[in-house]
């Protein structure tokens, strides 16, 4: 399985921001499947997270400006950001959990896409 995020670029603050992820390869059956950022000299955070049966959770900080979503039929997650602030100036990653077969049973695996860089300028 491979993620392809898209989108990241420099915005000034209050301006809105699409990211994109594509996964590709052969999935079985996705579990959830999750934006996350990591801003320097801090540790990876969760934003937001979409489950199979359409759930989303989002970090306090950014309830009411973004909406996670995501097409199915294209196995494509989406990060709508609106009301950027400097403070979420990160990279942001895709994460998909996905279950995979084995002949022991199924597991399940996080995949991770490349980060893609969002500058929100003052």
């Known amino acids: 399985v491979q993620l392809q995020a898209s989108g990241g670029g420099t915005v000034q603050a209050g301006g809105p921001l699409r990211l994109s992820c594509a996964a590709s390869?052969?999935?079985?059956?996705?579990?959830?499947m999750g934006w996350y950022r990591q801003a320097p000299g801090n540790q990876r955070e969760l934003v937001a997270v979409?489950?199979?049966?359409?759930?989303?959770n989002y970090k306090d900080s950014v309830k009411g400006r973004f909406s996670i979503s995501r097409d199915s039929a294209k196995n494509t997650m989406y990060l709508q950001m609106s009301s950027l602030k400097p403070e979420d100036t990160s990279v942001y990653y895709c994460?998909?959990?996905?279950?995979?077969?084995?002949?022991?049973?199924?597991?399940?695996?996080?995949?991770w896409g490349k980060g893609t860089l969002v500058t929100v300028s003052s």
């Open positions: 994460k998909v959990t996905a279950s995979v077969a084995s002949p022991f049973g199924s597991y399940d695996m996080d995949y």
């Open positions: 390869g052969s999935i079985r059956r996705i579990v959830d």
């Open positions: 979409i489950t199979g049966g359409g759930n989303t």
